[in-house]
């Protein structure tokens, strides 16, 4: 399984973005989609997360400024963020967790490589 993001780049302090990730492979079921980001000098940390049964998380810096969202069928999650802060530069990871596969037992978290978010004035 691969996670494949797109969306970050360089985004105006205030303004929006979106970002999404598909997850690729022989898939049958992910639990829970997610995104976290890492800022410089700061631990990774949650954005947001949906489950399959479309209950959300979020982290308290982005309440009421993030919607994570998912399509299930594409096994592909949305975040999209407004109102953009400084504090939102970093770099976002997606996370596909608790992942069924085809002919493999068990499941498997899997991280995306990251994709950074610059916020400029």
């Known amino acids: 399984v691969q996670l494949q993001a797109s969306g970050g780049g360089l985004v105006q302090l205030g303004g929006s973005l979106r970002l999404s990730c598909a997850a690729l492979g022989s898939i049958l079921s992910i639990d829970v989609m997610g995104w976290y980001r890492q800022a410089p000098g700061k631990a990774r940390e949650l954005v947001a997360d949906?489950?399959?049964?479309?209950?959300?998380k979020y982290a308290n810096s982005v309440m009421g400024r993030a919607t994570i969202s998912r399509d299930s069928a594409e096994n592909t999650v949305y975040l999209q963020m407004d109102s953009l802060e400084p504090e939102d530069l970093a770099v976002y990871y997606c996370?596909?967790?608790?992942?069924?596969?085809?002919?493999?037992?068990?499941?498997?978290?899997?991280w995306g490589p990251g994709t950074l978010v610059t916020v400029s004035s």
């Open positions: 949906i489950t399959s049964g479309g209950a959300t």
């Open positions: 996370l596909a967790y608790r992942v069924v596969e085809r002919g493999r037992l068990g499941q498997r978290d899997y």
